[in-house]
């Protein structure tokens, strides 16, 4: 029988970067890198596709003052 879930994962991402680096865009590019280097080693016989990648809001602790 074939079936379908969609998960949702929540992940942190820090590390350093230039005051003017857009650190939304770096934490986008390393999440798809992590899935796309994760989706390959371990999907089997399964069908992984990466259907959506939103940073959260107000979870940029540039925000936090």
Known sequence: MRKG???????????DAAPTDDFQKIGDAVVRQILAAGIKAAAGQ???????????????DSDEG
Not at 10 to 15: F, L, P, R, S, T
Not at 48 to 60: A, H, I, K, M
């Open 46 to 60: 399964y069908v992984v596709q990466v259907q959506d990648v939103t940073p959260l809001e107000g979870s940029d």
């Open 5 to 15: 879930i969609a998960m949702r994962v929540k992940v942190y991402i820090e590390g």
